[in-house]
């Protein structure tokens, strides 16, 4: 299929204009003209350039992109060098950053919901990307520490009392720690994010709410695989994950 038209259909389903993101959502650097292998990435690192433009990608997807608000905006380094390989090889990088967090389908927080079998109830934070609901039955937070890490191949780090029961749950996949306090205030049990800030520990500790941090890669894992499954079953396309490991 033709770039433009992986551009605008992505792009319409993920309503990326309704977003107000911290970077530019779709075609971040421009490949090849016609698609027909997709690699998709949590993050366009050097790793994951080097891996999908090996295995023949026309087109890399990800999450983490490029060229976010805050950056040095001067193509210099690290960002020179990535930039490089994509046009060295002709091939596209395409980056979905909230628009990919909040999709009811393909979205990062569903996919980490379905995985853990948390049953979404309602969204909050900010352009309700963020979750809440309950487990599919009341465990210990021991039990559910455990499941965590076997569900995302790391330990989690827990702040509460691993005794205590928990049934109603609010999780935001990546950095999503600015969201605790919202989730307090919906009287759930447990917080789950990937990182953690300090205040964290003394909002738990002071309020009984349990705050999980799980990895801010290894919640983001899974929107995007879904959505190159959803691409290969609409339009045909190849596709391949490649995963780098990054235990933060």
């Known amino acids: 299929m033709r770039l433009l038209e992986l551009r605008d259909y992505i792009g319409s389903e993920l309503g990326v204009s309704r977003f107000r993101d911290y970077c530019p959502n779709g075609i971040q650097v421009e490949g090849k003209s016609e698609v027909r292998r997709i690699a998709t990435g949590v993050t366009a690192s050097q790793a994951v350039l080097e891996a999908a433009t090996a295995w023949g990608a026309d087109a890399i997807l990800v999450h983490h992109g490029y060229f976010w608000r805050s950056e040095d905006a001067c193509v210099t380094g690290i960002k020179k060098r990535r930039i490089a390989h994509l046009l060295e090889h002709d091939v596209s990088l395409l ?19 379905k995985r853990l079998d948390f049953v979404e109830a309602g969204r909050f934070g900010e352009q309700d990307i963020a979750c809440h609901g309950n487990l599919l039955e009341t465990m210990s937070l021991a039990d559910l520490k455990q499941s965590i890490a076997e ?11 691993l005794e205590a029961n928990v049934s109603k749950v609010a999780w935001c996949s990546g950095g999503g720690q600015g969201y605790f306090e919202q989730a307090i205030a919906l009287g759930v049990d447990v917080f789950l994010t990937g990182e953690a800030s300090e205040q964290c520990f003394h909002l738990a500790q002071e309020t009984g709410v349990a705050f999980i941090s799980a990895g801010h890669h290894a919640t983001e894992r899974y929107g995007i695989q879904s959505l190159g499954e959803a691409l290969v079953a609409r339009f045909g396309l190849e596709h391949r994950f490649f995963d780098q490991d990054n235990p933060i």
Request: glycine share 14%.
């Open 95 to 113: 980056a979905y950053h909230l628009p990919l967090d909040a999709h009811p389908e393909w979205g990062n927080n569903v996919q980490l919901g």
């Open 151 to 161: 569900t995302l191949g790391r330990e989690p780090q827990v702040i509460g009392n």
